[in-house]
């Protein structure tokens, strides 16, 4: 696999760039890593980077993004912080990627039995994680219907329903992504990664 270079990034359009990611994945889920020189990576994008994508996901420590997507160095931007919520600097590293950077493809990626999902269903309220869990509040609002505790099943939805409010405040709270999607620059979509298949399904 050969290193992502400023031309090759320039002659992605962002529906390459989303099969890349859907390909890789699936090489990912059969067992099957492209062959990588690791080190001449290194070396390669020492003086300069061009990656075609930007992930943002979860902490999980079971979902290393360049591996579920069978990526190499410089590559991908990977963003990560528990429950892929949408905050201020997120945005920044957001729009870097894209606007400045040149990535095609902005993918919030949700996962199954997501840790920090589940405590805000639960109501954790621990430090500074309290101020976290507050922002997936507006996906709980989305699917809980009673008072009643959030069925397992309804936890997975609020997963789900995560992912589409986090893509809402990119959209809402970033003009420069939200223009660059109006004009076809670069694409932005959810995904779920299943922990127990290792495959990623796109929204």
Known sequence: ??????????????????????????????????????????????????????????????VP?????DQGIGDIFSVRVAGNIVNKDILGSLEYSCKVAGSKILVVMGHTKCGAITAACGGVKLGN??????????????????????????VEEVIHENVNVSIERIRKESPILAEMESNGEIEIVGASYDLTTGLVEFY
Do not use: W
Request: glycine share 2%; aromatic share 6%; proline share 4%.
């Open 129 to 154: 994680v309290t101020q976290l869990l507050e922002k997936v509040e507006p996906a709980i609002k989305t699917v809980r219907k009673n008072d009643d505790e959030l069925t397992p099943d309804q």
């Open 65 to 69: 993004t360049e591996l579920v997507f």
């Open 1 to 62: 696999m050969r290193t992502q270079t400023k031309e090759i990034q320039d002659n992605l359009t962002p529906k390459c760039a989303h099969d890349i990611l859907v390909e890789g994945n699936k090489r990912f889920a059969a067992n099957l890593k492209a062959q990588r020189n690791l080190q001449d990576q290194v070396f390669a994008t020492s003086k300069g980077q061009y990656p075609f994508a930007v992930i943002l996901s979860c902490i999980d420590s079971r």
